[in-house]
């Protein structure tokens, strides 16, 4: 199979954008049209939420795609879509606070305490915060190695999301199901990365001194 040339890349990026755009114009025709049923609020908020998680799934799916079909340069892709994501999970968060909270930020904090859902959310942006801010190059260079380990985090932020969605969803979980098996296969994709880490585990806890009588 022929390489993709990085003129391609550059036009595949100009769709990502434009396709996000236009979605979130669809998005606002939806709010402008009143077609977001009997509870727009909550409509609202899922709709940024899940577009947020898709944009994290088809991140995690370059990887394996470019393997699989041997072109490198797809990984190229995987900064505009990761940022796509933290953007659209960003306005989903902006979303809850204004139109469920009041902007009452001292809420926020207390509700992310007593609903665990919305304390696995805040993790999975938290994590994906300091994904966005060390994917600027000049960060990236001073890292070095240390960007490729925290990077890695991205497999924890897509489970998190992935569960915050389906404990978000009081009915209809065959969706957020859906979203489970997507997710499942993405992280198994990378099952050697997992089993070299969890071999690395066993022999740190070997190693551990054994606590005295």
Not at 43 to 64: D, Q, S, V
Not at 81 to 86: E, K, P, R, T, V
Not at 171 to 190: A, D, K, Q, T
Request: hydrophobic share 55%; charged share 15%.
């Amino acid at each position: 199979m022929n390489k993709i040339p990085p003129l391609a890349i550059t036009l595949i990026k100009a769709i990502i954008h434009i396709a996000s755009l236009s979605v979130l114009l669809y998005f606002y025709l939806l709010i402008d049209s009143n077609q977001l049923g009997a509870d727009p609020v909550k409509e609202m908020i899922h709709f940024l939420g899940k577009t947020g998680l898709n944009y994290l799934l088809i991140t995690l799916a370059i990887t394996p795609i470019s393997k699989r079909f041997k072109q490198p340069l797809l990984a190229r892709l995987k900064r505009v879509l990761g940022l796509y994501s933290f953007a659209w999970i960003c306005l989903h968060l902006i979303a809850f606070l204004w139109l469920e909270l009041n902007w009452e930020v001292f809420l926020l904090f207390d509700e992310v305490i007593k609903r665990p859902y919305l304390t696995l959310g805040m993790l999975a942006w938290f994590i994906l915060l300091l994904l966005s801010i060390t994917s600027l190059t000049a960060i990236r260079k001073k890292m070095k190695q240390t960007w490729f380990t925290l990077h890695r985090w991205v497999y924890v932020a897509v489970l998190l999301g992935t569960v915050h969605y389906y404990w978000s969803v009081k009915s209809g979980l065959i969706e957020p199901s859906i979203y489970f098996v997507i997710c499942f296969i993405l992280l198994r994709e990378r099952n050697a990365y997992f089993r070299v880490k969890f071999k690395m585990l066993m022999t740190a806890i070997k190693k551990a001194p054994k606590p005295s009588n």
